[in-house]
């Protein structure tokens, strides 16, 4: 959760364990009421990212904010990736997670 909390600045909500062998974290951003959860089972469930282009993105209207999570990020050992499909590159910033998940931080609105 290093990654997501104080890398990309989410916040840790909720934690659990023992739900029939499961534990997890619930985060989020502060003030908005969407959350992401990450669970896994004690025994181990091995599960790679299927592809490249299997993102979770983010929009993000101020470019300052996403040089800063960027630039944290660096200083944590993960460094922007070319990302699969072009469209990402032109305003966004492409990340992978420990797991190799890709995580893009996309300058722009979306409403």
Not at 6 to 35: A, M, S, T
Not at 75 to 95: A, F, L
Request: glycine share 10%.
């Amino acid at each position: 959760m290093d990654f997501y909390v104080n890398g990309l600045g989410l916040k840790q909500i909720q934690k659990f364990k023992g739900n029939r062998g499961y534990e997890g974290v619930i985060i989020g951003l502060p003030d908005v009421h969407y959350h992401l959860k990450f669970t896994r089972h004690i025994d181990g469930s091995p599960c790679p990212a299927p592809t490249k282009d299997n993102l979770l993105v983010f929009y993000i209207t101020n470019k300052e904010e996403i040089n800063k999570v960027s630039e944290r990020l660096q200083k944590m050992r993960y460094g922007e990736v070319e990302p699969d499909n072009g469209y990402w590159k032109k305003q966004g910033v492409t990340i992978e997670d420990p797991d190799g998940w890709r995580i893009v931080l996309m300058h722009r609105s979306y409403e």
